[in-house]
Structure formats: structure tokens, C-alpha cells
């Protein structure tokens, strides 16, 4: 077979070229990213209040044009007014003054919500400057939580045992021999990251630092070993892997499968550039799966020389369709890509002769540099000298995987059912056990058997073939510690969960959960394996869930009520809507499962702690503390909703359909319990309908909602808002806005979402846009759409997003989010996404994912700060300690470090919580503020 070199011919070319300087529409935007706060957070003048009735007036002046917060709280801390929040000068939101240091705010004496507060006595005015954010702790963090349904890959050395594991996102973490994490080598450390050799930086225009540019089709990664960083539509979901195979030695990390990548164990490339040549292999053109009639192979076991100047790979196999029986061999340094070494690489030229293989699986090498070979149908291992000379042959049944134990030089022989065209449903065995054994020889100078141990493994070839990963071949794998006394054993095995993405779970009865494929460490006991450690066991103690997330999402919500978080990951239809919700106890790190009374594709809280559920086609609401359904004055009676018995008395009908995607665009509610409600409703036929009208919001299912069509109108969703009792408000309220990613409704029922439209001038065509509108205001034209624009009737200016035009909207920001629908097709894909959060002092988080930051905005658009910087999961210095993060690393300023911090919420000036899909966890960020000044209003 032929190896392709220096490219990959396969994937779906979308090129963006990142350079290392700014372009001519990157400086025109800077102005937009600038932080317009003043850095001086003093007063002039002390605040001091008068009281005239009801009304209570704040005056003070400050010294700079910093932010400047005004709460009203009471005497446990809790905010009963979200008084006033800006940046100061030219365009100072409402009811600051405009270009003035010194201010005059008058609070009615009414709560948010808008009702009176006749006792004040106990309260406090908090004048605050100068919001600030500081690293508090990780959050539902689990260094033993698997990601992928495939295996992990597992490599022993004398510091320690290295795993990596990826799906979508990637990462590689060493642990110590007896199963405590110690520290992630990749995503790479903040202090490691410019001492990567090859990777691609751009100088972003948010603030003018050069930083590395992620790849791939969630562009969440900076590898190119495997499908996560190239853009192809196959890996649209999430579902890719960094890497298919692993081995580390003297201080160095291969990782094989579409390209070699080049670690160091430090977390750095070492002296080397971290992309090497392609590595894989084409199988039989015309199968299935194809891609330009071929698709790729990747070697699933590899394996250093000695001194590390060789590589060796193999196990070129695919699923059903075959395996190549050959050994590969590279210079670890060079740019060729593989040659020969042993063996033939075609599916149909298996062999039983000496030198010879049928169906090569593993390699491995000891010390003095032979090298060992699983023949897996030929039922041996054979054992060459590096020059390629056959040496010896040990009979073994079924060898899948060797390992060479590093000091006594004894063989560990693994045996266990593969994947290949042999062991397919006519193959020769196909309803043939092979018992999972571990068989260990002498040494090569006397290979005799010594011991036949029993793997704690699945024996029938039903597994394998009916295997959630798919057509990768491998369902087990293990690794020896050689330096562990006695000798452990690390198994590890794939996930036989296709339903992580919606599939059904039948598989011949062999699917299981996530907490049961973790990691699991084994000590030899004579003829024996005693269990020592359980990863998965120990996920689901820490953290309680094992799954990891769908399609990446993690979407965050908090509860203003009783200030805890809530994360829905999806586990029902096609896992975009969640049944059973996770809540954490901030303060105390506690995860509690709770099932909700349907399936919730979105939810919200209001300030008293009521949460609304939204199928695609309704909204409930309920009383959390005992589930009781509280009706809407304005909704219908309905015994189901998402194919849920609820026998709800008033549910708010919604004019929408349930998308192609199977998810909506976002839901909000604000201090008055006015609900905006995102609403997909493109299958309305939309050629030649230029009506202007609109039609009633359906009170079933049945009507048709027809919202105004207009020349230049993008269809996917209309907005709604209704009031407290399901009343509308407005309909229609932002015409013409297309997909987005999430929507919030503020105080003054102004609207925000985060448009899924690339800025005009942004290099990033991936990423999307946050604007404000005032409902029923503004409006959005678009080049391109069914009923076009004529050019006379097209705005005379620049588009403000890619083709099209906000007109009389009230700002917008850029560079923000994931926006996978921006690819061309067939990538193109909204599956995983991101989203934005409003605090009740209605100020924008915005993710600002590549930069690795988040954006904070106040309601004028005026950006206060940026939270967060490039670091992994053991960088920065928390504030509460975390049992597994014995060694932190500081990086400095707030300590928050992000690889891909794509989901948001707030606890209002408590916290920050950012779902950093890159380092699996989510970061609970500390919010306070350089100066607070606090008045009492207790009568003397």
C-alpha cells in the first residue's frame, strides 16, 4: 500500500489562513475589542445617600472612568436590586451620566422584580469599582474520567504511567504507579506552549498576543495525529480521536494515527517539531466508510526503539473489513513517512511462512532493540533484529498485544478477541471464544511459558463485532508497569455505548455504562490479578456521572434561588435534551442526579427559584423543591410532553417545530418573569409569501404561525416573549436573525443572542457574533435568502456580519463562539456548540473561545475585562484547593486557564462558570471588585 506524504488528500479542503500579523480588517476592528474601563478604582468623593420617601438618591464621584456596580442588599448578602452596573464616559449605560466622574443614581425602593420593599432598614448599598475575577476551583473534575469509546492509550515508564484519551477533545496526563494523577502533559501546559515546535500562531486582534491556532472540526485541538484536527465531515459530532496510538521513552511521546506527533513528557515538543509525516494506511477502495474511494488506517499499536531514533507501527486494521499484515518502520525525526520493515501491507496477502504475518496487531521492543510482533491468526509471536532478521517464534494462541516488561525483559503476552475480516459473522470463527489471557514467557535468551493468567475481560467474539466504537479493531488493551513491585497490570477497554450519541443500546446485550470501561489497575498475586484501582469506580464517587458529555455540550444554568449550578448533558432524544440534570453544591463540590418530570431540550430559572422546561414545542413550569407544575394563565392542557405522561393542567404552546438538528436556539427569563423563547420555524414554505401580516401564536400544534417575510429575511427561528402568566409580548421580536447560539432577555426586556454570522472583519469565519436589540426595533437583512434584496434597496455600508446587516440594532461584538455551521458543506454542523450568559446587573459573558478568554460586556456593549488565558487543567493557582491538583502552576493575573471554555452561567457577582470542554471540567471563577464601599440605610 502507499502512504501519502506530507499531506492528507482525503479530508474536505477549508483553508484559513492564519499569518502571524494583523490584516487591514483586523485593525479596523480593535476598537471594538478594546477594554474601555479606566484601571484607577478610587473616589473622589465617598458615596452618600439621601432619602426622599421611597426614593433613595446614591451620589459619589470617582477618579477614572472605570465600572462602576450598584447592588441594594440584604442582611445575609443576597442582592434584592440590581441597581446599576457600567463603564463610565462616552457611552455610559443608562442611569449613569454620560462623560462624568461624578454620578446621581436614584433607586425607587422597589425589588427586580418590580414590587416594593416597605422595610429598608436592614439593608445595605454596595457601591462597587472595578469588577476583578479570580480562579477559585475546578468543578465536576475528574483526571479519571474516560472521554472516548475507544480504548485509552497506555504507556509505563519510570516516572510514571502516561494515558491518553480523546473524543473531540484530547488529552494525555500522567499518572503515578499507583493511579494518582500527577499532571497533564497535553493540552500543553501555559508554561510549555511557545516551546512547542511547528504549531500555528496568530496575533489576535482582542489584545494583540500571539497564540496558538487550534484545528480541526471543532478547531478544539492542536494536534494532527488523528481526525480531531482535520475538517472533515465523518467527525462533525464530536466523535473524533487524537490519536489511535501511543508509546513514550526517554523523556518523548509518539502519537500515531493519521500523522506522527512529537511530544515531550516535560509538555513541550523537546528539541523537535511536534507534526511528523502521515502514517496511515489506505483500505480496500470502495468499501464502505469511503472518502475519494479510500479511507484511511491508522496503526493502532507503535513502538520506540531503545534509544528512540526508530519508530515501529502496526496493527493496520479496520473493523470488518481487514488487517494488514505488516510492520512499518520510521526514523522518529525524519519527515519520510514510514517504509517497510516486515511483513507484506495488503489485506489479502496474509501468510503463514516464517517472517510472514496474517493479521500483524502489536509491537513492542526491549532493551536491546529486537522486536516484537503479534501474529495474530498465525498464533504466534515472531521476533526480529532491528536489521529485520526473523530470530525466534513463540507459539502462543491468539496474541493481540505484547509488552516487553523494561527490566526483567520477560514477555507479556495479551490474548483477546480482535476485529478483523476473519472474525466476522462468516469467518472462520466466528461464534469461537477466545478466553482474554495474559501468558507470560521468559526472557528471549529462554521464552519458555511461565505463567497463564485469566483476564477479568469479555471472551465472546460478539462483543467485539457488535462494539460501540464502530470499525476501530481494538476492544482492549493493556500496558505492564515495570517499575511497580509486584509488577501491575493497567487494563483498559472501549465503551460499548453507542447510545452516547443517540444510537440504540441493543448490541447483543454487550453495551454498558461509562463507569465500567474505566481504567482499572491489576497486581500480580502469583497466578492471580488483584484488583487495585478502579478509574471508573473512582469517577463515579468523585463526580458522580461517568458519561461523558455528547456532542461536547455542557450547557451551564444557575439557580438565583439557592446559588447552585446546574449542568445538562444530553441523555435522551438523540441526546439534545437532558432527563436527568445534574446539580453541584458549590460550596461543598456535591453532585446530586436529578430526574426531571420530561425531557428538557432548555430550561431556565426565575429569581425565586422556579424552573422552566422547554420541549421543542412547549414550556412548563415547576416548583423544584416538590415538582409541582405551576399552570400559565395563557396555556393549554397536555397529559404528554416529549413522550412523557405529565397531566399538566396550562402549558405554554410555542410556535415551533423540532429541527433537523433536534435543538433549539436558547431560552431566557428576566427579574419580571418575562419569557423570550427561541422558536425554529423554517418548515413554514417560504418562496413568494410577502405578507405582512401575522397570524395569531398557535394555540395548538395545528396553526401555522407566518411570521413578516421580507426581502433580505434569513429563515430558521422567530423570537417570542411572554409575560409572567404566558400573555405575549412580542412577536417576532428580532426578524430576520438566523441560527444563533443561546438568547437572554434583560431587565428592560432589550434582547441579546449570539448570531451565528461571522463579524466582517474577523479572521475566524468560525466563530459568531453577540448583539443587543431593542424588540420589535431592529431588524436583519441578508444577502442570498429566497425573496432577495435588490441592490438599491441593500444598506450603503458594510455588512456587520458575514452577509448581512443589523439596522437599528444597538451593538454587536465579535469573535465569539463556535459556530460549526460556518463550515462549507457537508461539514457544516451545528451539533457542538457554545453559549453566552446575562448576569442580573445585565451584563454579557461572552466566549471568546480561541482566545481562550471570556468577554465582559456592560448593557451599552462596553467592554469591562477579559476572564481567563491559554493554560491546562494543572495551571493556575486555585483559591480553594483540590485534592488532585497536588502542584498547580501559577500563570498570573486572575489564574483562569481555558483551552475551550465554550458553555457560561453566573451566580451575579459571586461567580463565574465556565464549561472548559478542552480540560474536561468546569471553572468556578470568583467575582469581586478592586473597591467596594458599603451604606447602611438603618435610621439612627
Not at 506522527?260 to 464502505?288: C, E, H
Request: proline share 5%; net charge positive; charged share 25%.
Amino acid at each position: 500500500m502507499v502512504f501519502q506524504k506530507n499531506r492528507l488528500i482525503i479530508v474536505i479542503l477549508f483553508l484559513v489562513v492564519f499569518s502571524g500579523q494583523l490584516s487591514a480588517k483586523d485593525k479596523r476592528s480593535l476598537k471594538e475589542f478594546e477594554i474601555k474601563r479606566e484601571s484607577v478604582y478610587e473616589f473622589n468623593q465617598k458615596p452618600k445617600i439621601t432619602r426622599n420617601g421611597d426614593k433613595i438618591t446614591i451620589d459619589f464621584e470617582t477618579k477614572s472612568f472605570c465600572d462602576v456596580t450598584i447592588a441594594i442588599e440584604n442582611t445575609t448578602g443576597n442582592i434584592v436590586c440590581h441597581l446599576a452596573n457600567g463603564v463610565l464616559g462616552p457611552n455610559a449605560p443608562k442611569p449613569f451620566k454620560i462623560n462624568s466622574k461624578i454620578q446621581k443614581i436614584t433607586w425607587n425602593g422597589k425589588r427586580d422584580d418590580g414590587t416594593y420593599i416597605d422595610d429598608k432598614t436592614n439593608l445595605i448599598i454596595r457601591v462597587s469599582l472595578g469588577l476583578k475575577a479570580r480562579y477559585e476551583k475546578p468543578l465536576f473534575w475528574e483526571p479519571k474520567k474516560r472521554v472516548s469509546q475507544l480504548i485509552p492509550q497506555i504507556r509505563a515508564t519510570k516516572e510514571g504511567v502516561y494515558v491518553f484519551d480523546s473524543s473531540g477533545s484530547d488529552h494525555c496526563r500522567l499518572f503515578s504507579h499507583e493511579g494518582k494523577y500527577i499532571r497533564t502533559i497535553y493540552p500543553f501546559p501555559s508554561s510549555k506552549i511557545k516551546s512547542v515546535k511547528g504549531l500555528g500562531w496568530k496575533v489576535y486582534p482582542q489584545d494583540g498576543k500571539k497564540l496558538p491556532v487550534k484545528k480541526g472540526t471543532q478547531e478544539l485541538t492542536l494536534l494532527t495525529s488523528g481526525t480531531t484536527g482535520i475538517v472533515f465531515h465523518g467527525y462533525k459530532l464530536g466523535k473524533s480521536e487524537g490519536a489511535y496510538s501511543m508509546d513514550v521513552r526517554n523523556g518523548q511521546i509518539a502519537l500515531a494515527g493519521l500523522r506522527l506527533n512529537r511530544l515531550a513528557t516535560d509538555g513541550s515538543s523537546g528539541d523537535k517539531n511536534i507534526y511528523g509525516p502521515t502514517v496511515y494506511s489506505f483500505k480496500k477502495p470502495g468499501m464502505k466508510f469511503k472518502i475519494d474511494d479510500n479511507a484511511w488506517v491508522p496503526p493502532t499499536s507503535i513502538a520506540f526503539s531503545p534509544d528512540s531514533k526508530w519508530l515501529y507501527l502496526t496493527g493496520y486494521a479496520w473493523g470488518g473489513v481487514g488487517c494488514h499484515s505488516g510492520v512499518m518502520r520510521m526514523k522518529y525525526n525524519d519527515e519520510k513517512s514510514p517504509e517497510l520493515f516486515a511483513g507484506v501491507m495488503d489485506i489479502k496477502k496474509g501468510s503463514s511462512k516464517e517472517g510472514q504475518f496474517n493479521c500483524a496487531t502489536s509491537v513492542d521492543c526491549d532493551k536491546e532493540g529486537r522486536v516484537y510482533i503479534t501474529d495474530f491468526l498465525n498464533d504466534r509471536i515472531q521476533i526480529f533484529s532491528p536489521a529485520g532478521k526473523l530470530l525466534k517464534i513463540i507459539a502462543t494462541t491468539r496474541p493481540a498485544l505484547v509488552r516487553i516488561h523494561k527490566k526483567s525483559g520477560e514477555i507479556y503476552c495479551f490474548s483477546w478477541a480482535m476485529m478483523n475480516h476473519i472474525s466476522t459473522p462468516r469467518g472462520r470463527y466466528s461464534s469461537k471464544k477466545i478466553k482474554p489471557t495474559l501468558t507470560i514467557f521468559g526472557t528471549f535468551a529462554e521464552p519458555k511459558k511461565r505463567k497463564e493468567i485469566s483476564l477479568p475481560l469479555p471472551d465472546h467474539i460478539r462483543y467485539v463485532l457488535g462494539h460501540g466504537a464502530g470499525k476501530f479493531p481494538v476492544a482492549f488493551t493493556a500496558e505492564i508497569d515495570s517499575w511497580a513491585t509486584p509488577t501491575v497490570i493497567w487494563l483498559g477497554k472501549e465503551a460499548v455505548n453507542n447510545q452516547v450519541f443517540g444510537v440504540s443500546k441493543g448490541n447483543g446485550g454487550a453495551t454498558m455504562g461509562y463507569a465500567g470501561h474505566g481504567i482499572k489497575l491489576f497486581k500480580l498475586n502469583k497466578d492471580k490479578l488483584e484488583k487495585i484501582s478502579d478509574f471508573g469506580e473512582d469517577t463515579v464517587k468523585s463526580i458522580v456521572r461517568a458519561t461523558p458529555p455528547a456532542y461536547l455540550t455542557q450547557k451551564l444554568y444557575v439557580n438565583p434561588k439557592n446559588h447552585h449550578l446546574y449542568i445538562a448533558e444530553g441523555d435522551t432524544d438523540t441526546n439534545k435534551s437532558t432527563r436527568e440534570l445534574l446539580e453541584i453544591i458549590v460550596e461543598t463540590n456535591k453532585v446530586k442526579k436529578i430526574k426531571l418530570p420530561f425531557p428538557a431540550e432548555d430550561l431556565c430559572f426565575d429569581l425565586e427559584g422556579l424552573i422552566y422546561l422547554r420541549t421543542h414545542k412547549e414550556v412548563a413550569r415547576y416548583n423544584p423543591k416538590n415538582w409541582k407544575d405551576i399552570p400559565w394563565d395563557y396555556g393549554e392542557e397536555r397529559k404528554y410532553l416529549a413522550g412523557t405522561k405529565v397531566d399538566s393542567p396550562s402549558i405554554l404552546i410555542l410556535p415551533a417545530t423540532k429541527p433537523v438538528t433536534f435543538h433549539q436556539n436558547g431560552m431566557w427569563i428576566n427579574p419580571k418573569r418575562h419569557l423570550s423563547v427561541s422558536c425554529t420555524n423554517y418548515r413554514i414554505k417560504r418562496k413568494k409569501r410577502k405578507v405582512t401580516g401575522l397570524t395569531k401564536i398557535p394555540g395548538g400544534h395545528n396553526d401555522k404561525y407566518i411570521p413578516q417575510i421580507y426581502a433580505g429575511r434569513a429563515r430558521w427561528n422567530e423570537i417570542h416573549v411572554w409575560d409572567k402568566r404566558g400573555k405575549i409580548l412580542f412577536k417576532d421580536a428580532l426578524p430576520g436573525l438566523n441560527i444563533h447560539e443561546g438568547l437572554a432577555i434583560d431587565k428592560n426586556d432589550n434582547l441579546y443572542a449570539m448570531a451565528s454570522k461571522n463579524r466582517t472583519g474577523y479572521f475566524n469565519p468560525i466563530t459568531g457574533t453577540l448583539l443587543k436589540v431593542v424588540p420589535k426595533k431592529a431588524k436583519i437583512y441578508t444577502e442570498g435568502t429566497e425573496i432577495k434584496m435588490e441592490d438599491n434597496a441593500k444598506p450603503k455600508r458594510t455588512k456587520d456580519m458575514k452577509g448581512s446587516w443589523i439596522e437599528n440594532g444597538e451593538w454587536i461584538y465579535g469573535g465569539v463562539g463556535f459556530m460549526g455551521q460556518n463550515f462549507p458543506a457537508p461539514t457544516k454542523c451545528d451539533c457542538c456548540r457554545t453559549r453566552f450568559t446575562l448576569d442580573l446587573f445585565d451584563r454579557s459573558f461572552a466566549p471568546e473561545v480561541g482566545h481562550h478568554s471570556v468577554a465582559v460586556l456592560d448593557t451599552n456593549g462596553n467592554l469591562i475585562l477579559r476572564i481567563g488565558q491559554y493554560g491546562n487543567e494543572n495551571d493556575g493557582i486555585p483559591l480553594v484547593p483540590h485534592p488532585s491538583l497536588s502542584n498547580p502552576k501559577s500563570i498570573g493575573g486572575d489564574e483562569v486557564a481555558l483551552f475551550y471554555g465554550a458553555y457560561l452561567a453566573t451566580d451575579t457577582d459571586r461567580r463565574l462558570f465556565i464549561a472548559d470542554i478542552g480540560n474536561a471540567r468546569i471553572v468556578s471563577v470568583k467575582l469581586d471588585y478592586h473597591l467596594d464601599f458599603n451604606l447602611s440605610l438603618k435610621e439612627e
